[in-house]
């Protein structure tokens, strides 16, 4: 057995679980042993007294088996599992020795020996059983020896009284020692056998780990060329739609001519649609910017209630020509967060129009709270709602609803990922709660400007 002082870099998991188990088993067997000395030291001292040599056997046997106890708890499992062992066993030949000196045959106490020789099997392995059935064999023929000096045993009652008990004796020594070793090889093979598949799981994980950081690497490459490729696109098309857009509106003014009114409908046509497709460019520019790092902030303290009024104020004719209502849930006083007023802005604006869009009617609810070190914003509205299943999509890239409202409205479904990143990069959270046909929630968290100042936040801060 591999003593527990060992390096613990050279130990395997599998013969580590082992040694502790043997552990564990050699401090069951040494208590054992202290409470069957205390047993019958306590016994002996009933009348009629036994014997001194007794008490000095048990004595022994008790001070032995709490010194393999301490030995074990040290660290030294096999000095302690020998040291026990040899102690267990001479206890055994000095109680019987001590009887026949006597005249106090105490014969079936020889059929104790083969214990210790199944205890070497499982606390010093299989190779060990033999060698203390031998040591135990000896001792048992000393005592057969013994025995046979004695008057009393001579001639043919040695052979039926003494002999009949000592081969038995050293024939189940030597039994108990091939069943420990049968079993510790079968034990050995099936450990051997763990250890080697768990050295192929162990390699085979390594291959799969570096096939994984290969593959991610691979893949963060390419999404760096998609994400570099999506910006130079959208960027390239700016220039050309800008100057479509342009020219449908000079059209349209009538700029070049008197326009019928099917023309008129063309125009206004090509006119939503390039506008659509302006606004899809830029949201790819910017969270193309925000996903790679090329968007800084300019952080200082923002009173969030201007940038919510604000917001406000750029929808109040819309909601008012959809007739939704537009309701403000503002405390007296709000402390300033501290971020980017644009930044703020914008994914505000996101929400709002996402509650514009996808409220049929009601009204929307905006408001603002302290909340620890963070200003809390919401955005409720009273319209369609979101199932749980899209509720786990909502802050991806593209991502769009499968609720017919959302179908029949233009849209990137960047906007509510352009608005995480935003959040995110001020160092707060984004979250919604919804309801289907019964509205959705939005709530998003921005540092205070003080709690910012105290932490000593940089005055441009990048995602």
């Known amino acids: 057995m591999t003593e527990q002082s060992a390096p613990q870099s050279f130990i395997s998991a599998e013969e580590q679980l082992e040694l502790e188990r043997k552990v564990r088993l050699l401090n069951i067997l040494a208590a054992s042993g202290v409470v069957v000395s205390l047993i019958f030291l306590a016994a002996m001292l009933y009348p009629p007294i036994s014997p001194a040599p007794y008490f000095v056997i048990f004595g022994l046997l008790l001070a032995i088996c709490l010194a393999s106890m301490a030995l074990n708890r040290l660290g030294h499992s096999r000095p302690a599992a020998q040291v026990f062992l040899l102690a267990v066993t001479l206890a055994i030949f000095a109680v019987i020795l001590v009887g026949l000196l006597r005249e106090q045959l105490v014969g079936f106490v020889i059929f104790f020996f083969p214990l210790p020789v199944l205890s070497a099997g499982m606390l010093l392995g299989s190779r060990s059983t033999f060698g203390y059935a031998t040591l135990n064999a000896i001792l048992i023929a000393v005592i057969g020896v013994v025995a046979s000096q004695m008057p009393a045993l001579q001639g043919a009652v040695f052979v039926t009284e003494v002999f009949s008990i000592v081969m038995p004796a050293i024939v189940l020594c030597y039994l108990m020692a091939l069943v420990a070793w ?6 050995e093979q099936a450990w051997h056998e763990l250890t080697q598949r768990s050295q192929q799981l162990q390699v085979a994980n390594e291959e799969i780990r570096a096939f994984s950081r290969t593959l991610e690497d691979k893949v963060e490459e390419r999404t760096g060329e998609l994400r570099k490729f999506v910006s ?5 098309l700016r220039n050309p739609l800008a100057t479509i857009q342009g020219y449908v509106e000079l059209m349209r003014e009538q700029e070049m001519g008197t326009l019928q009114e099917r023309q008129r409908e063309t125009l206004d046509t090509i006119a ?3 506008k659509h497709i302006v606004h899809l460019t830029d949201d790819l520019l910017e969270i193309s910017f925000l996903q790679s790092g090329g968007i800084q902030f300019d952080m200082k303290p923002v009173p969030i209630e201007g940038v919510i009024q604000e917001v406000c104020d750029s929808y109040e004719q819309r909601l008012s020509e959809k007739r939704l209502g537009l309701k403000l849930e503002l405390p007296s006083e709000l402390p300033p967060v501290w971020g980017d007023p644009f930044h703020l802005t914008r994914a505000l604006n996101n929400l709002v129009g996402n509650a514009y869009n ?4 009601g009204a929307i609810i ?12 919401s955005v409720a509205d009273t319209g369609i709602g979101i199932s749980p299943e899209e509720q786990k999509h909502l802050f991806t890239h593209f991502f769009r609803g499968g609720h017919k409202v959302v179908r029949n409205q233009k849209g990137t479904g960047l906007g509510l990922a352009i608005t995480r990143y935003i959040v995110e990069a001020h160092g707060g959270e984004i979250w919604a709660e919804s309801e289907r046909d019964k509205g959705t929630t939005f709530r998003l968290t921005i540092p205070m400007a003080e709690q910012a100042n105290s932490l000593g936040q940089p005055p441009v801060a990048a995602l």
């Not at 996808?358 to 009617?361: L, Q």
């Not at 905006?366 to 914003?377: H, K, N, T």
């Open 366 to 377: 905006l408001g603002a709270r302290p909340l620890d070190s963070y200003v809390e914003v």
């Open 272 to 274: 939503s649609n390039v």
């Open 232 to 236: 130079m696109v959208a960027h390239d």
């Open 182 to 187: 049968l079993y510790g090889r079968s034990q």
């Open 358 to 361: 996808y409220t049929p009617s």
